[in-house]
């Protein structure tokens, strides 16, 4: 789905008032939810978590932290709910039987690189990951779910929508009170400059670990290359820009909403329309993943990876984790 406009701006739009009872609720509900206590893994856990609906660059972070703890010779192993895929789990999920449809595109994108579960119930899932040998589950998100306790918490925000219009769902795109999320966090991850004053909103000692996106060694081909980019990511206007500050020349640039599902007709329509206009066809690896088979050899895949400001201070933060890990000889 795409996120309704009025979820950005100050929320004083109608809808948002209109709306404002069932948010209510809504925020009521959840807290009462995150009073439950949850399952202790015998293993560190860390949830990769935001306070809005929608992406805020929760996989690449969680992608991140899962490259930190395997150089440190860790077995880690991923856990998510799979959104977008038809299947509950808990499952492993394998790249060459699982498609988009049935795990969701998050999920095998983790998959490529280290074991990965999903699961509706991520106790469940927590416990089936540690009988398949996890020395630390990294969860991409799960910071709303009480049913798996954390041993490290990290509350990610896009700096370019930041909270939205600050309002709860319905109304607007907050799953909970940021200062609540934050309570539970032991540091925030500031991804991009903060454009929409999102710090503002955290507890003054929350530290702030600061963070942009890059684009990967692909991207330098595409300098001075006119491409057609598209995507169906929380936030395309990230992607666009990433192209074009790697000197990529936009064409054309279609966003679809998040977690697309891509058929071969929407495929032979972008694909034409790149040809007119004598242009590469890009998207983002997320976006990959959803492409009907047949077309992808046909398109560009453009890969992101995230930069610390000082890489020194999440490494602070998954050492105490990692010396609990007995780290194989």
């Not at 040998?133 to 490290?152: F, H, R, S, W, Y």
Request: glycine content about 10%; some cysteine; proline content about 9%.
């Amino acid at each position: 789905m795409r996120a309704p406009e009025f979820w950005t701006g100050d929320g004083r739009g109608l809808l948002p008032l209109l709306l404002s009872p069932i948010a209510a609720l809504y925020g009521a509900a959840t807290a009462r939810r995150m009073r439950r206590p949850g399952w202790q893994a015998p293993v560190p856990v860390i949830c990769c978590g935001n306070a809005t609906a929608g992406g805020a660059g929760k996989t690449t972070v969680a992608l991140d932290l899962g490259r930190r703890l395997a150089h440190r010779g860790v077995a880690v192993q991923f856990l998510l709910r799979g959104y977008g895929g038809r299947l509950k789990g808990p499952l492993r999920v394998d790249p060459v039987q699982h498609d988009s449809q049935a795990v969701g595109d998050e999920a095998l994108l983790l998959a490529a690189e280290r074991p990965a579960w999903i699961s509706a119930d991520r106790a469940a899932g927590a416990r089936a990951a540690v009988a398949g040998g996890a020395q630390c589950i990294v969860m991409d998100d799960g910071l709303q779910n009480p049913t798996l306790e954390k041993d490290l918490s990290l509350l990610v925000i896009d700096g370019t929508y930041g909270f939205g219009n600050g309002r709860m769902i319905p109304a607007g795109p907050l799953r909970e009170r940021p200062e609540d999320a934050a309570a539970r966090c032991r540091a925030a991850v500031l991804i991009g400059e903060d454009e929409c004053g999102a710090l503002a909103h955290l507890p003054p000692r929350l530290p702030v670990l600061r963070a942009s996106l890059k684009p990967g060694p692909e991207a330098e081909l595409l300098a001075g290359q006119p491409v057609y980019a598209f995507c169906g990511i929380a936030n395309p206007r990230k992607f666009f820009s990433t192209l074009q500050e790697a000197g990529a020349v936009l064409a054309g640039r279609v966003p679809f909403a998040d977690h697309y599902p891509y058929d071969e007709g929407d495929l032979r329509d972008l694909l034409a329309e790149a040809d007119r206009l004598r242009a590469i066809p890009v998207t983002t690896r997320k976006d990959f993943v959803r492409i009907p088979p047949a077309f992808r050899s046909r398109v560009t895949v453009v890969t992101i990876r995230l930069e610390w400001e000082e890489p020194a201070a999440i490494e602070g933060l998954l050492d105490p984790l990692a010396q609990r890990v007995p780290v194989p000889a």
